[in-house]
DNA sequence: TTACAATGTTAGAGTCTCTAACTTATATGT
DNA sequence: ACATATAAGTTAGAGACTCTAACATTGTAA
């Protein structure tokens, strides 16, 4: 008598991978309804358990949340890393990449990116997702000094680095509202990237 | 028998400005709890009316929330013209100081500020948040072609704009965030600010 | 194997959004 | 001035949601 639509019913009573099961459930419906019009019963449904049931596995509603924005650094972290592996040490195309890689993850799961900044103002969120973040402009750093020919990362770097980062950030926050489209923008992504990379950082450090 | 905690009882059977009231009270919860944890109820116990009442003025929750978005918009791109106006025309200093605005409007009134941002990658929205936050991107497209002593508005102008909005947004993101503290930061935003401006647009028009 | 810990369940309290039906004040037409 | 329509409140309540309490089932370890 179980309806089609009705996710798979258990025969056994342990569910066996409920929690990383929510995770997913819950990372599915922020992207599909947004981080806002999330709900932990409709996570539940998709799972298939009661409501009462992710309460044995976190704390509430927000930590669920804050699950997927943790994962959704760590995803994004993982693909500029990826990207800068075949470029070469010290060029101008690691940080474009790194941009366009910051811009492309928003792009492709603005669900997640927003819900990623959503609690980074309030004061009672733990450091974790802070030091996730940190750890992503520490890199920016190191590939300006790098860029200049430097080792170790000094203000000035920090400064460019800095800039780098509110920029491709705006950048991403724009596309998402739908302000990258074609009629609003002259030129495309990439073109935009280097132009902007360019101003900031020199063509190739001097070895 | 009235609580002291209690708001003001009225002696009159109707409120006579409850629509505006009802959207201070919003704004200011927005403010104090957050976009997300603002609920109608808490903004109908403040305004001293039941909790249908609002729905005599507004069609729902997010109506509520857009006319405080959308009132926070032009609040912003008032404080922007404000500050134009003792400053020479095509001077870089106008184009710092609407950065400066920008910025100021997002650290003093990060609930607001968020909750403008919050639906602008959603379909279903009006155009009005949209045009609204256009008419502001023309202003500084139309600053950076005085910048260059051009009285119409060219692709590289535009381009230039929007690089200089993406930084001022993804910047006013970091700064509600916590990024922009002492200790992230070697300069101070007055500072980075010039510094960007400088990269972008040049220092005075040619009369 | 027997007790305990982990992980499910149902029931329900409390909150919220929004609608329906009703009430009171205000505005309008003659 | 008076009747009446409309605007703007009210209470009651349906339906959804979060989270807790108490109970049920399964896995694990002494």
Not at 5 to 32: M, N
Not at 133 to 140: A, I, P, W
Not at 151 to 167: E, G, H, P
Request: aromatic share 6%.
């Amino acid at each position: 008598m179980k309806t089609p639509a009705e996710a798979k019913k258990r025969d056994t009573y342990h569910h066996g991978d409920l929690r990383s099961q929510l995770i997913e459930a819950t990372r599915q419906l922020v992207e599909e309804k947004g981080p806002d019009n999330f709900s932990v019963s409709e996570a539940c449904r998709r799972a298939g358990v009661s409501t009462a049931a992710p309460y044995k596995h976190f704390k509430d509603k927000t930590e669920m949340l804050r699950e997927v924005a943790a994962a959704g650094m760590i995803r994004q972290s993982e693909q500029m890393m990826m990207e800068l592996l075949p470029l070469s040490e010290g060029s101008r195309a690691r940080i474009v990449a790194l941009g366009r890689v910051y811009i492309r993850f928003a792009t492709t799961e603005p669900g997640v990116f927003r819900l990623m900044f959503t609690w980074m103002g309030e004061t009672e969120d733990d450091e974790s997702l802070h030091a996730l973040g940190d750890s992503k402009f520490s890199v920016v750093q190191m590939e300006v000094a790098k860029c200049h020919g430097r080792s170790a990362v000094t203000d000035v770097d920090r400064q460019k680095a800095f800039i780098l980062w509110s920029f491709v950030h705006g950048l991403s926050f724009l596309s998402i509202d739908g302000k990258l489209a074609d009629d609003k923008m002259p030129t495309d992504l990439e073109t935009l990237l280097e132009d902007v990379a360019s101003r900031i950082v020199p063509e190739a450090a001097e070895v």
